[in-house]
């Protein structure tokens, strides 16, 4: 995310790493509780600061 420089979308997380979608999705979620990951815009992701 911080490499992109902007919001990326859990799609895009996909496709940079080869991943599974599902595995992307529930990292995404896990990182929500912590408070590491903020939506600053609807479906995108970005660090928080």
């Known amino acids: 995310m911080r490499e ?4 990326v979308s ?4 996909t496709k940079a790493l ?3 979608r599902k ?3 529930k990292a995404f ?3 929500k ?9 609807r479906c995108k992701w970005a660090p928080a600061e």
Request: aromatic content about 0%.
């Open 23 to 25: 595995e992307v999705d």
């Open 18 to 20: 080869g991943a599974d």
């Open 33 to 41: 509780k912590e408070g590491a990951i903020v939506s600053p815009v």
């Open 4 to 7: 992109a420089g902007k919001p």
């Open 29 to 31: 979620t896990e990182l």
């Open 10 to 13: 859990a799609s895009e997380v």
